[in-house]
């Protein structure tokens, strides 16, 4: 491979709360490991490989300019966009005046739904759930309405379409937010299915804001559809939210947008987000954007894509061979597990909170699945180099599951 995914690198100090973070907020963050024990981070949803190159390159790049005033975004910056919507999603038609920047997934969340819904609204989430939905949405005063996913007689989890339809009617709701890939379950939908969710939402007059931010990270070549393009309708009734953030691992240079056709829809939002005249873009988060949109950064991301996809075959064929009881659905994008360990707890007599313990102890330092909403669940993530993962995989063997 031309890029780096095997080197370990060393965070410690570094601004990364995925190591750094360790036992610092008992019941949210994990336990340091016991004495004789490294830390492997697999919790925060961020990355352990160096970024592609030319994202450090446009910021040095504009680093050497010593004046940082106020500024507008450039054409670069929508060019780099609509190049790569283009170039990885097959959107054709996307222009500038389509897009707007976002502080954040989550505040474009908020911007679109506080234009549209009251505090005490309902809102239609699927279940397991992202806890930045859960946090954002009831922190502004919104009634969370979960329809849960099912799994099929395959193990593949599915939305429940009657299910989803029975509670927009019920409790008159009128605004949900759609994840696609989806965190935690890792679907990333067929064409089929985000059509048939869309006829849910379109006949329940609902506006639908889709979460996109892992459209980038891709599994044994599946293959993202934004949930705009599968209709006319959609693309109207939509607030897609995108990001470089998850794909490059940007996280902590904040900056994300979103596309939004209906100029109704789009002047609602963009007067939301404006509101707080905090929505306003880091020049460099800019520019980091631009060199990750480079075809250099296409490259990269088929490399991480492949490096993903042999993590998570590790991992699932790992634990069918070896932690009988220990549930988990091959995720078809992100790189999150979520393990389901009812029947390991069950026929152990252990609690989940026993398992997460125990994982935390030697150094695998996972996430509790409840806060997404599984009550059982422990979610993973495995980008890191793979000696790494089967580090923890090989501990978890010795000292957890098979102690």
Known sequence: MKY????????????????????????????????????????????????????QQAILERVQHPAFGYFQPTPAYYDAICRWQQVRNGVSGLSAADIGYE?????????????????????????????????????NGYRIVHSPLVRDEAGVWRMDYEDMDAK??????????????????????????????MEVYRANDCLVISDEIWSDILLNGHRHIPTQSVSEDARNRTVALYAPSKTFNLAGLVGSYHIIYNPYLRDRVTAKSSKSHYNEMNVLSMHALIGAYRPEGEAWVDELCEVLSGNINFACD??????????????QG??????????????????????????????????????????????MNLALPLSRVQEAFDRLDRYVFNA
């Open 318 to 331: 790992y634990i069918a061979d070896r932690f009988p009881g220990v549930q988990v659905s091959k995720p």
């Open 103 to 139: 502080n954040g997934v989550l505040g474009g969340v908020i911007s679109a739904l506080t234009a549209f819904a009251a505090p005490g609204d309902g809102v239609l989430l699927h279940s397991p759930t992202y806890i930045g939905f859960t946090n954002c949405v009831t922190n």
């Open 4 to 55: 780096d995914f095997t080197s370990i690198m060393d965070r410690r100090g570094k601004d990364a709360i995925a190591v750094d973070g360790l036992g610092t907020s008992p019941g949210f963050t994990p336990d340091a490991p016991k004495p004789g024990f490294d830390a492997i981070p697999m919790w925060v949803a961020d990355m352990n490989f160096p970024t592609v190159p030319t994202i």
């Open 168 to 197: 927009l009617k019920a409790n008159k709701i009128h605004v949900a937010i759609f994840c696609s890939p989806h965190n935690p379950c890792g679907r990333v939908w067929e064409r089929w299915e985000i059509e048939k969710a």
């Open 334 to 379: 992100t790189y999150m597990l979520f393990l389901d360990c009812t029947q390991w707890c069950d026929r152990h007599g252990k609690t989940i909170d026993w398992v997460e313990k125990a994982g935390w102890d030697v150094g695998v330092a996972w996430q509790d699945g409840r806060m997404f909403h599984g009550p059982c669940a422990l979610r």
